[in-house]
């Protein structure tokens, strides 16, 4: 992008070229882009947006001030422009997607496609992924439009900036932008442990990153052109080829956004005096060239990504993956060559037409999505059957800190002598044992993420929006207090402890452990886990009641959900049996770790392991649908009828009942 010339102001004499900025949009979108493809060379590649915010608060900061200094700032302009910049390339992207997603996503993803679509082209997106975010509501690796609140974002922040920087006299600009940096982190840093999804999609908590490259455009000369910031630049540089490959693990956006949001602004500020950074290498004109092709790179990869992704129902191969990134980068390279840059450089010349066909296509990309769902319907409702199996009732999926005792929404009597107690796969596991149970009475106290273990709990090393330290902690908390709550309740005789029992063995976590004077993260251990849960077995005994252990049920990390119904939708699918059934090979391979665990922790604490794979499975296989009706909704929870079939039909509820103790 070319930056304008600012004639006679002193803080706006700046190259009309700057190929240090390309560089940059270059690693930020590469970053992004091997994150996406989940490779292991970015483990923090998402921090590539951040870089984004920054490059860009500066270029249009420093546009709209240049032209409210010379008098020829026109609002009418400015959006007309960012139109013919931006929406050419998306709405080719978006048609595209659209017309591409009923080869390859499911029903839930396809509906929510319609509110994606609406929020692309309302630059409302982040709102949209907002509401959809959460642990039931769709991976968000399956949502194709995904990528576009980031665009949203800088979007919302551009329909304040122009009227901020116009009507707020020329001398508050530092101070009026500066104020709103620090209130927007002030809040980010806040809210991110507490809400991390509202930290991450929103925009008053976004605005600090943009505001950081607009306050770099609104400093005065002798600041900018400093010879310290042209001495930071390697340093600076350096922040930003190192935090994305070795983060800190906090929240996010939080303190590796903040390093390198900073560094970015040096490094774009640093620029602007003395001699470029940047070599004549291959390497280097590779990464300019990026920069070019950023915007439709960006645009391009995640649709192309999700489709491969959708495709394998098990994880998408390494080849797959290049091949994505491979086309993904042709495409880019088609998409700007042929309708990125036409348009930005003014092929089209009557705005007038310009904005009735932008606001046609508009209108077709929100229609179309509606129209191929309904095309596409079958009589089986997949969106229904797949739905999010919260057990009893969607109130007894727990929040941190929220637990004041088991309500009368997630009891199926008045005195329920059962209560099953863990994650999401509790929940599910309580919807098969309503009927069974009858009189017997069933309560459920359970927090997705949040394994049933006492003193310790589990959270990812790599930064997470939402299961982070801050929410392990309100695990541990959640735990505590449900131990109470068995302490003090003279009905309940039995308590169920389930879980997944997989995730928390994995070797990108950290155990939250509480000790005396505080909290510890220690690596994770299969005998540190065993004990955590040996402990909670101690303790429900300790309160008087009798106890039993209820494992997963079969797995092997296939979506057995999207399976079933990709096959009866005849989508593209590869990798996967033609019934969707486990075998009994790859499930002792996938659940060897979680056999181990448990079998450990009945030696422990001298409890029976209940498990339902005498019933779902024989000497070859594990039945994923019964009677045509799916079991699961996805890799590994049940679906509320498939739930009700395994409680209906096995033992379950009586092998509870007989091997607590």
């Not at 882009?33 to 060379?41: G, I």
């Not at 980031?150 to 530092?174: D, G």
């Not at 009927?435 to 589990?458: N, Y």
């Amino acid at each position: 992008m070319a930056i304008l010339d600012g004639g006679d102001s002193p803080r706006r004499q700046v190259k009309e070229f700057r190929p240090d900025i390309q560089a940059l949009r270059g690693l930020a979108v590469l970053l992004v882009v091997l994150y996406h493809a989940e490779l292991p060379l970015a483990s923090a590649g998402y921090l590539g947006v951040d870089i984004f915010f920054v490059i860009s608060g500066f270029l249009i900061t420093r546009l709209i001030s240049q032209g409210i200094e010379a008098g020829r700032f026109s609002f009418r302009q400015f959006y007309y422009r960012r139109a013919k910049r931006l929406l050419p390339a998306s709405y080719v992207v978006i048609a595209l997607t659209v017309l591409a997603a009923p080869y390859f996503v499911t029903e839930l993803e396809l509906e929510q496609l319609k509110a994606q679509a609406l929020g692309a082209v309302t630059f409302t997106t982040n709102l949209v992924l907002w509401q959809q975010s959460g642990y039931f509501d769709g991976d968000a690796d399956n949502k194709v439009l995904l990528h576009f609140w980031s665009l949203a974002i800088e979007e919302q922040y551009y329909l304040v900036l122009p009227t901020l920087l116009f009507f707020v006299p020329r001398q508050a600009w530092v101070a009026t932008t500066a104020g709103v940096l620090l209130t927007s982190m002030t809040l980010c840093f806040y809210l991110a442990p507490q809400d991390p999804s509202a930290a991450f999609y929103l925009l008053p908590t976004r605005a600090w990153e943009l505001s950081l490259g607009s306050l770099g455009a609104l400093l005065p000369v002798y600041v900018t052109y400093s010879r310290p910031l042209s001495l930071a630049r390697l340093p600076a540089l350096l922040i930003l080829l190192t935090i994305p490959l070795y983060p800190s693990g906090s929240f996010h956006p939080g303190l590796d956004a903040l390093l390198v949001c900073t560094a970015t602004l040096v490094v774009i500020l640093g620029g602007q005096r003395g001699a470029s950074l940047l070599g004549q290498d291959p390497i280097t004109a590779t990464i300019v060239w990026l920069g070019d092709i950023s915007y439709s790179l960006y645009l391009v990869h995640w649709p192309v990504i999700v489709f491969t992704r959708a495709a394998w129902i098990g994880e998408a191969p390494s080849y797959a993956m290049t091949i994505a990134i491979v086309l993904s980068l042709a495409l880019s390279w088609l998409l700007y060559t042929f309708v990125e840059s036409p348009f930005h450089k003014g092929f089209a010349h009557d705005p007038q037409r310009v904005v009735a066909g932008l606001i046609a296509a508009s209108l077709m990309i929100v229609a179309t999505p509606i129209a191929i769902g309904r095309a596409t319907a079958t009589g089986t409702d997949y969106q229904h059957l797949r739905r999010a199996n919260y057990g009893i009732d969607r109130s007894c999926s727990h929040k941190a800190y929220k637990f004041e005792g088991v309500t009368k929404d997630c009891r199926t009597t008045l005195a329920p002598k059962v209560l099953i107690w863990g994650d999401s796969y509790a929940m599910a596991w309580a919807s098969a044992l309503i009927r069974p149970l009858g009189k017997v009475g069933l309560e459920q106290a359970t927090m997705s993420a949040c394994d049933p273990l006492i003193g310790m709990a589990r959270f990812p090393k790599q930064a997470d929006e939402r299961y982070n330290r801050a929410y392990a902690e309100g695990c541990l908390d959640f735990h505590l207090r449900v131990l109470d709550y068995i302490r003090h309740n003279e009905d309940l005789e039995v308590v169920i402890a389930a879980a997944r029992f997989q995730t928390i063995l994995s070797s990108g976590n950290l155990m939250l452990v509480k000790e005396k004077d505080g909290y510890a993260a220690r690596e994770v251990t299969p005998e540190l886990v065993a004990h955590g849960l040996a402990r909670l077995v101690m303790s429900v005994r300790a309160a008087g009641k009798k106890v039993v252990v209820l494992a997963p049920p079969p797995a092997n990390g296939m979506n057995i959900g999207t399976c079933l119904e990709r096959r009866a939708k005849n989508r593209i699918t590869f990798d996967a049996p033609k019934d969707c059934s486990i075998s009994l090979e790859s499930l002792k391979a996938y659940r060897a770790e979680t056999w181990a665990l448990l079998e450990r922790v009945s030696e422990l604490a001298d409890v029976e392991v209940v498990d339902t794979q005498d019933f779902l499975c024989d000497e070859v296989s594990c039945k994923t649908e019964i009677d045509g009706k799916p079991l699961y909704r996805d890799a590994g929870h049940l679906s509320y009828v498939g739930a009700a079939l395994i409680g209906d039909r096995s033992r379950l509820a009586s092998d509870i009942l007989q091997k607590a103790r």
